[in-house]
């Protein structure tokens, strides 16, 4: 299955959402205004369209996700790589690295994770 696009507001109310899930409707809504001064309508929209798009659930006023944040963050760097770069990882990488000030410890890090 794709992961379904997931916008901007739609991603900082999806950090919300991972953060608390389960988590009630209402909560959300309040959590909504503090966090991101939403009006309570504007959350209950959001809601009601990531579960239209599969990205969340809502059953009896309860509300978890049904895609990891890995996954959204995965199909943001390929989307990314395939549009900036081409489909090119490595060239995503270099240029990655050239604007980037890493240290031995990350660029070690990088290391190991790409020869698995």
């Known amino acids: 299955m794709d992961t379904p696009k997931i916008y901007e507001s739609e991603y900082r109310f999806c950090l919300i959402l991972w953060a608390h899930e389960p988590v009630k409707s ?4 309040k959590l909504c205004a503090q966090q991101l001064g939403w009006k309570p309508t504007t959350t209950y929209t959001v809601i009601k369209r ?3 798009r599969g990205v969340l659930k ?4 309860v509300v978890t996700s049904l895609i990891s944040k890995e996954a959204v ?3 943001e760097v390929d989307a990314l790589v395939e549009k900036t770069f081409e489909g090119s990882l490595p060239a995503f ?3 990655f690295a050239r604007r980037q000030d890493l240290s031995p410890a990350e660029v070690e890090e ?3 994770i790409i020869e698995k």
């Open 110 to 112: 990088i290391r190991r």
């Open 93 to 95: 990488l270099a240029a």
């Open 73 to 75: 963050q995965a199909a």
């Open 58 to 61: 809502n059953e009896n006023t």
């Open 26 to 29: 209402s909560e959300l809504v």
């Open 50 to 52: 990531l579960s239209q």
